[in-house]
């Protein structure tokens, strides 16, 4: 079992709210917590308090509390802080919907997760009301945050100015948030993170980063998502330092606001480190300010993170997390400057893990003689871990097992410095630009097409070494079914990062006995091509 190089830090027993603003300083209170560059305008930490506390005293008028789903289908803009905490300090569970998500793909969440209140933005209502209207949220209880005729709006509950009541939560088994991922196999699914697991990670992230009260930080990546979540939102909340809130990636964008707020701290996904690395107009802006770039939630190649670090004069760093980890479990530490990008880094505060071997389920121990282990499957342990998936016994029990270790579906290495390197994933997940594609979601999609008889969905790379989803179809004789065809049906249906963006007509797709579609003799096949 490999331990943290870090002493254990105490995780305050108490609700991410009381965490992050119960003792909310007067010097504090002042400070800017966020900025939208839409407007310009800035929101200081007091009013985005009593903000929260207003939306919470809303909702608890109408009920809304321990117990109520409520969905957040929203880009980042300053109001998503306001409003997802203004949920959790209600009592209610928060399900974040991602915002590129089609009506379907809103409405299988909102039932799944038996939301009851949506809140969006106006730009995205013609999707969420027809999701809405399809699993019978009314429109009181869908709720638009710059208003829209017909439907609540943050203005007016914040007019309303109540006080919310206090909430008794149990902080270890309350469910906080209800992100959805498809872990190992698999469709997407509730991923059940408690108060003590969102304060943990925040308690664990912060022993290992150089994050503070002065730094601006680009929030780029979606909050909806996990990394987003806890990394940018709580974490720089904590930190007391100011977010820069961005709707959606544009790298002129990217840049511009970098050199206006004068931004010095970054989070970012491998696809944004190649731009830094490589693209021309990088350097027609002045980002001398930034000072550290965080990269995740996909494989980083090392010598594009070293490129563009020294293109913009900042330390690249590299982390490592998943939805059912709150989600980091690994980050290179700020105080060394010995491993290098290409690795994850060490182990969080309150974290152990294993490595296991994929084909004898072994426990890996043995440090081979250039000081690295064998690779093996990616076991983790500690008080970040879900508490499991909704409504799903089966499948939390398929990845959390008896001794409270998750099973990642990520291959990894140790070294000897005490760091870690990702090198394989054995679960069917697809990651591309950061996001997840489940292939078993694509699969019962192309299925559904009256002219495929089989199919199966796994990630290849593309020319720039981008991961994307590639479907093998077993079409019906003389249906003169093409791959364009395909594409389209499927581009349809989903969310665009989820587009099928390769095809290959096939025979047969390779089944076990059992029925089980062989993704490694597909991707065998493939590197054989
Ligand atoms: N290298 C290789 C990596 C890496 C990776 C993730 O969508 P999810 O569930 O969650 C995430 C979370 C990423 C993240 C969170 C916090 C953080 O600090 C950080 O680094 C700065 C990253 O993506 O997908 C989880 C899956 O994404 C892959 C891996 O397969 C994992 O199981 N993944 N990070 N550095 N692969």
């Known amino acids: 079992m490999f331990t943290s190089p870090f002493p254990d830090v105490e995780v305050p027993e108490t609700s991410i709210y009381d965490d992050l603003f119960g003792d909310l300083s007067a010097e504090d209170a002042a400070r800017i917590a966020l900025i939208d560059p839409a407007t310009g305008a800035e929101t200081t930490y007091g009013a985005l308090k009593a903000q929260i506390d207003a939306v919470a005293g809303a909702l608890a008028s109408r009920g809304v509390g321990v117990g109520t789903v409520v969905g957040l289908l929203c880009p980042n803009v300053p109001a998503f802080a306001t409003v997802f905490h203004g949920i959790l300090r209600a009592g209610a569970t928060v399900t974040t919907i991602n915002s590129l998500s089609t009506a379907g793909e809103i409405q299988k969440q909102l039932t799944d ?14 999707q969420a009301k027809t999701a809405a209207d399809a699993v019978g949220i009314d429109a009181d209880h869908l709720i638009v945050l710059d208003g829209a005729d017909g439907h609540p709006d943050l203005r007016a509950l914040l007019s309303e100015g109540r006080t919310p009541p206090p909430v008794d939560i149990d902080p270890a088994t309350q469910v906080a948030v209800l992100p ?14 408690s108060h003590r697991n969102l304060v943990a990670n925040v308690a664990q992230c912060r022993v290992n980063i150089d994050l503070r009260s002065s730094d601006r930080v680009l929030a780029v990546l979606p909050f909806f998502h996990i990394y987003g979540m806890t990394v940018l939102l709580n974490l720089a909340l904590k930190q007391r330092a100011t977010l820069v809130t961005m709707p959606k990636f544009d790298l002129v964008q990217f840049l511009e606001n970098i050199q ?36 995740g939630a996909a494989p980083l190649d090392g010598e594009t993170a070293e490129a563009a670090g020294r293109r913009i004069g900042a330390r690249m760093m590299q982390g490592y997390g998943m939805s059912e980890l709150s989600p980091v479990s690994h980050a290179m530490p700020y105080s060394r400057d010995d491993i290098p990008v290409s690795s994850v ?11 296991i071997d994929t084909e004898t389920g072994e426990e890996i121990t043995e440090t081979g003689p250039e000081g690295t282990t064998r690779p093996g499957e990616l ?10 998936y909704l409504g799903k016994p089966e499948a939390t029990a398929e990845t959390l097992d008896a001794d409270g270790f ?15 390197s990702i090198v394989d994933r054995v679960k069917e997940l697809i990651k591309y630009h950061g996001y997840q594609i489940a292939p078993a979601e694509l699969e019962a999609l192309l299925l559904s097409h009256p002219k495929v008889l089989d199919a199966a969905v796994i990630g290849v790379l593309d020319e720039e070494r981008d991961e994307i989803p590639k479907a093998f179809v077993v079409a ?18 989903v969310a665009p990062y989820k587009k099928v963006r390769r095809v290959e007509f096939v025979e047969a797709i390779p089944k076990s006995t059992s029925g089980k579609i062989l993704r490694k003799d597909l991707r065998a096949r493939e590197s054989a091509a």
């Open 180 to 193: 959805y991922s498809s872990g190992t196999t698999g469709v997407p699914k509730g991923v059940m993170l």
């Open 345 to 355: 880094g060490t182990l969080l505060p309150n974290i152990v893990c294993k490595l």
């Open 113 to 126: 997760a038996a939301t009851t209140w949506l809140f969006t933005v106006s730009p995205l209502l013609p």
């Open 379 to 388: 076991w983790i342990k500690g008080p970040n871990v879900m508490l499991g």
């Open 476 to 493: 019906a004789p003389d249906s003169g079914l093409t791959e364009e065809d395909v594409k389209a049906f499927v581009a349809e249906h």
């Open 260 to 295: 206006r707020f004068g931004c010095t701290y970054l989070y970012i996904a491998p696809p944004i480190a190649v731009a830094l690395a490589k693209h021309p107009i990088v350097d027609q802006y002045d980002i001398s300010t930034v000072h550290t770039v965080f990269s």
């Open 406 to 420: 998750l099973h990642t579906g990520d291959v990894a290495v140790h070294h000897e410095g005490g760091y870690f």
